[in-house]
């Protein structure tokens, strides 16, 4: 006999275990939302460690067999602006307001560079992580957010090039190099604000996906990364800055060259629609999100 009081290890595993009946489950149903919806940050820095997986599978995924790996985030904007040199100025001699044209022009394609490849990714994200919406609930805006962020390493790599460019061409940045974070930070938010309103328009059209590159290419000659914004009047230069690209590719050239005065009517026009861009891509991405694992 066993001492009373004491439970042997067959009478454990014997006794009946309570069933809960499937029914009994809570159930969360998720419903369309209306009115605006704003950014949870709460609810995304508790997934932030899914944001740095997703991050780090896109940076791995995007080098995995290749010959060069991280080197294609160099010769992108390199040959491109080695052409642009020979092109434009060379042949066509365009205007560098007093920069050699090398410096000006890769200046330029840094951020757009950043900018077009962040934007077509963040557009056919939700679509090609469409078996993870279908299968786990997380806040969706860590999927175009997370291919934006995992871009900045490329952005990074291919910085380097620029600094050694300004080296040979002896161009020195001056106390405007103080605001190139903030110009960053504001091709971060166009990024971001037209890469959500894309990637949500996608998984229900998915024409999006075939307009994206004929919206870069258009986009990047109303954005001046071939010429300076001085060839434009200066009583149009607001309407310009209504491209917002435009505000960051003239102040992140002026940030680092610190060569003449930046137009502070297109500069406060780009951020005034970029702003725009990221308030109500995030309204319409977050009214939209419940519907993505039903439509992708």
């Not at 932030?48 to 992108?76: C, H, N, P, S």
């Not at 229900?204 to 994206?212: E, I, L």
Request: hydrophobic share 55%.
């Amino acid at each position: 006999m066993q001492p009373a009081g004491k439970l042997n290890e067959r009478s454990v595993l014997s006794a009946p275990r309570p069933v809960v009946a499937e029914d009994d489950r809570p159930t969360v149903i998720h419903a369309p939302r209306s009115g605006w919806i704003g950014p949870n940050a709460r609810e995304l820095w508790h997934y932030r460690e899914l944001l740095y997986f997703l991050m780090w599978r896109d940076i791995k995924v995007r080098y995995k067999q290749t010959v060069i790996g991280a080197a294609w985030a160099i010769l992108q904007p390199l040959l491109t602006m080695i052409v642009f040199s020979v092109v434009f100025g060379h042949f066509l001699d365009v205007p560098s307001d007093g920069i050699p044209y090398p410096v000006f022009a890769y200046a330029g394609l840094l951020p757009w560079t950043f900018f077009s490849t962040a934007l077509a990714r963040a557009g056919g994200s939700l679509v090609y992580d469409a078996n993870l919406l279908s299968k786990v609930y997380f806040p969706r805006l860590i999927v175009p957010a997370a291919a934006i962020m995992a871009l900045l390493v490329d952005f990074a790599i291919a910085f380097s090039i620029l600094i050694g460019l300004m080296l040979a061409y002896d161009v020195s940045p001056g106390f405007a190099l103080l605001a190139l974070p903030l110009f960053t930070l504001l091709a971060i938010a166009t990024t971001l604000g037209a890469g959500l309103w894309l990637a949500a328009l996608n998984v229900k059209f998915r024409d999006v996906g075939y307009v994206v590159p004929f919206l870069t290419q258009f986009w990047l000659f109303i954005t001046p990364v071939l010429y300076p914004s001085t060839v434009v009047p200066e009583q149009w230069r607001g309407l310009l800055g209504l491209n917002p690209m435009a505000g960051v590719v003239e102040g992140f050239r002026w940030a680092l060259t610190g060569d003449g005065d930046v137009s502070t009517t297109l500069i406060a026009v780009s951020i005034s629609v970029a702003l725009f861009l990221v308030v109500t891509g995030i309204a319409y991405f977050r009214r939209m999100e419940d519907q993505f694992a039903d439509i992708v």
